[in-house]
């Protein structure tokens, strides 16, 4: 949501540096020292960097690369390669931080303030205790198997465990190439990861699932990039964002290995034993006694024993989490735009932050990809689908490693769907202040919205302006939402009064009902 976003930002993330200026001859960017808020961090009473818990799960129970150079190739028998940022960085500067996220850390507030900060969160000093590597991967790329991709400029450091025993993995976001970089440079610019860092923690704020940024360093240096792929290609400042999760383990991750040989298929079971373990326990720990036995919507009304299949209960938990996911996106307006399956997290959550976009103009064929405008396959109103296409790639993968059978598949998808409508009619009546799901209602809105290219956040805001009361005069209803029913004519005019009318009669009768 724009607006509201840049309100629920500000008063809890930090942003110690000015715009930057550029030294016209030296053509390097610098910054004022930071000014953090005092008060909050003298209250902070957390670890230092030296003294963060470190582990290694991943690196210490999976295959990884015998290799640990960056030289772009293909990876095999692996699920990741042990490789150091490579960045070059001159005089890196701290330009925002979330204390929220160092809380999830245990870090102390005041490690920001550190004058070494900048030089461990842009790879350029070692951090004590980190372990850093790129994930191997691969994905379909707007609906074809583009084969291994992989973290072509993301390191993981390792992840941190917390006085709470949760498990979170930090990663550097343009630290340098890795096998996976292909003919990339593996670096970021400020421009690309100031809208990582604020809109990932906007999102989280908004209750939306979502990876974390817990600091934005630039590195000093610049980096050429052709921002609207013109044929034109500038020099920008370079940037790491340090992002945070509690996995970084996406579709594509298991998609890579029933890709290959047989000899990799079974890294889909060693993989999926892994994510079930740490971050699914609950699975891990199920039971027969637990009962999850369900009828599919098959015409033989055949019966899943989730119980008797930990990697069935496993692919029908995150189905349904990618649905959820997907329902809180369209009920703020947020589109992707690069929903391919090496974007999918496995945990639910909003994922690499690239070509995204609110809707301004309610246009469901919206799309912020500008390779993404000749077929609109990511586009707004397509999300919820290519959610269902990516999961179906997902349990295609499992069943390749014998892992589910076609039903337990076939469910996972069924639940999907399910839980896509059952939270998008949550999440559209509580929007509205409806008492209950109004199906007419909700579609009738949205059509008169697309016909006037409606301001999809901003109509919501001045809808809260209209009064619960029928006495209205007709001549009146719109005053209300005079600011963003721009340029309508009489025949619109007329259309937004109907709909109205039925909406404040709706909210009326509840508010009559509960006094």
Same mark, same amino acid.
């Given at each position: 949501?724009?607006?509201?976003?840049?309100?629920?930002?500000?008063?809890?993330?930090?942003?110690?540096?000015?715009?930057?200026?550029?030294?016209?001859?030296?053509?390097?960017?610098?910054?004022?020292?930071?000014?953090?808020?005092?008060?909050?961090?003298?209250?902070?009473?957390?670890?230092?960097?030296?003294?963060?818990?470190?582990?290694?799960?991943?690196?210490?129970?999976?295959?990884?690369?015998?290799?640990?150079?960056?030289?772009?190739?293909?990876?095999?028998?692996?699920?990741?390669?042990?490789?150091?940022?490579?960045?070059?960085?001159?005089?890196?500067?701290?330009?925002?931080?979330?204390?929220?996220?160092?809380?999830?850390?245990?870090?102390?507030?005041?490690?920001?303030?550190?004058?070494?900060?900048?030089?461990?969160?842009?790879?350029?000093?070692?951090?004590?205790?980190?372990?850093?590597?790129?994930?191997?991967?691969?994905?379909?790329?707007?609906?074809?198997?583009?084969?291994?991709?992989?973290?072509?400029?993301?390191?993981?450091?390792?992840?941190?465990?917390?006085?709470?025993?949760?498990?979170?993995?930090?990663?550097?976001?343009?630290?340098?190439?890795?096998?996976?970089?292909?003919?990339?440079?593996?670096?970021?610019?400020?421009?690309?990861?100031?809208?990582?860092?604020?809109?990932?923690?906007?999102?989280?704020?908004?209750?939306?699932?979502?990876?974390?940024?817990?600091?934005?360093?630039?590195?000093?240096?610049?980096?050429?990039?052709?921002?609207?792929?013109?044929?034109?290609?500038?020099?920008?400042?370079?940037?790491?964002?340090?992002?945070?999760?509690?996995?970084?383990?996406?579709?594509?991750?298991?998609?890579?290995?029933?890709?290959?040989?047989?000899?990799?298929?079974?890294?889909?079971?060693?993989?999926?034993?892994?994510?079930?373990?740490?971050?699914?326990?609950?699975?891990?720990?199920?039971?027969?006694?637990?009962?999850?036995?369900?009828?599919?919507?098959?015409?033989?009304?055949?019966?899943?024993?989730?119980?008797?299949?930990?990697?069935?209960?496993?692919?029908?938990? %995150?189905? =349904?989490?990618? /649905?959820?996911?997907?329902?809180?996106?369209? #009920?703020?307006? *947020?589109?992707?735009?690069?929903?391919? !399956?090496?974007?999918?997290?496995?945990?639910?959550?909003?994922?690499?932050?690239?070509?995204?976009?609110?809707?301004?103009?309610?246009?469901?064929?919206?799309?912020?990809?500008?390779?993404?405008?000749?077929?609109?396959?990511?586009?707004?109103?397509?999300?919820?689908?290519?959610?269902?296409?990516?999961?179906?790639?997902?349990?295609?993968?499992?069943?390749?490693?014998?892992? %589910?059978? =076609?039903?337990? /598949?076939?469910?996972?998808?069924?639940?999907? #769907?399910?839980? *896509?409508?059952?939270?998008?009619?949550? !999440?559209?009546?509580?929007?509205?202040?409806?008492?209950?799901?109004?199906?007419?209602?909700?579609?009738?809105?949205?059509?008169?919205?697309?016909?006037?290219?409606?301001?999809?956040?901003?109509?919501?805001?001045?809808?809260?302006?209209?009064?619960?009361?029928?006495?209205?005069?007709?001549?009146?209803?719109?005053?209300?939402?005079?600011?963003?029913?721009?340029?309508?004519?009489?025949?619109?005019?007329? /259309?937004?009064?109907?709909?109205?009318?039925?909406?404040?009669?709706?909210?009326?009768?509840?508010?009559?009902?509960?006094?």
């Amino acid at each position: 949501m724009r607006y509201e976003m840049g309100v629920s930002i500000l008063t809890r993330f930090h942003f110690p540096l000015p715009l930057p200026r550029a030294t016209a001859r030296k053509r390097i960017f610098h910054f004022c020292p930071p000014i953090a808020c005092r008060s909050s961090m003298d209250q902070s009473s957390g670890l230092n960097l030296e003294d963060l818990k470190w582990d290694h799960s991943f690196v210490r129970e999976l295959p990884g690369d015998p290799r640990r150079d960056s030289f772009p190739r293909e990876v095999l028998h692996a699920c990741y390669t042990q490789v150091s940022p490579s960045v070059q960085v001159h005089n890196p500067q701290l330009v925002a931080f979330s204390q929220p996220v160092a809380d999830l850390l245990d870090l102390d507030h005041k490690e920001f303030l550190r004058p070494d900060f900048p030089l461990f969160f842009s790879g350029a000093t070692p951090l004590v205790g980190a372990l850093p590597y790129a994930q191997c991967y691969g994905g379909h790329q707007f609906g074809m198997w583009a084969g291994q991709l992989g973290d072509g400029r993301a390191m993981t450091l390792g992840e941190i465990l917390n006085s709470n025993s949760e498990r979170w993995e930090l990663q550097l976001k343009g630290a340098g190439k890795t096998p996976y970089s292909r003919f990339a440079d593996g670096l970021a610019v400020l421009r690309s990861s100031v809208r990582e860092f604020l809109c990932s923690e906007a999102m989280h704020h908004l209750g939306i699932p979502t990876t974390r940024a817990l600091s934005l360093v630039t590195t000093g240096n610049l980096v050429t990039r052709d921002m609207f792929y013109d044929g034109n290609p500038k020099e920008e400042p370079g940037a790491i964002v340090c992002r945070v999760a509690q996995s970084f383990l996406r579709f594509g991750s298991y998609q890579i290995h029933a890709s290959r040989s047989d000899e990799d298929l079974g890294l889909v079971r060693v993989l999926a034993d892994y994510a079930i373990r740490h971050h699914f326990p609950h699975i891990q720990n199920m039971s027969k006694s637990d009962s999850l036995s369900f009828c599919t919507g098959d015409e033989d009304h055949s019966v899943v024993d989730l119980t008797s299949n930990k990697y069935a209960a496993w692919v029908v938990e %995150i189905a =349904e989490r990618t /649905a959820s996911l997907i329902a809180r996106w369209q #009920g703020v307006g *947020f589109t992707h735009g690069v929903l391919n !399956t090496d974007n999918m997290s496995i945990l639910g959550l909003t994922i690499d932050y690239g070509p995204f976009g609110f809707l301004d103009a309610f246009d469901p064929k919206f799309t912020p990809n500008t390779t993404d405008l000749p077929g609109r396959r990511y586009c707004f109103a397509n999300q919820p689908d290519i959610g269902l296409w990516n999961i179906a790639q997902f349990t295609t993968t499992l069943q390749a490693a014998h892992l %589910i059978n =076609e039903k337990e /598949a076939n469910y996972a998808m069924e639940r999907y #769907g399910t839980r *896509f409508m059952d939270d998008y009619q949550v !999440t559209m009546t509580k929007k509205l202040g409806l008492p209950k799901y109004n199906k007419q209602m909700i579609n009738k809105l949205l059509s008169n919205m697309a016909v006037d290219k409606v301001d999809y956040t901003n109509f919501f805001r001045t809808l809260s302006n209209v009064k619960a009361d029928i006495n209205i005069p007709d001549d009146e209803l719109l005053v209300p939402l005079k600011s963003v029913l721009l340029d309508i004519g009489k025949e619109r005019k007329e /259309a937004w009064t109907s709909w109205l009318k039925a909406y404040i009669h709706e909210i009326s009768e509840d508010k009559q009902a509960s006094t």
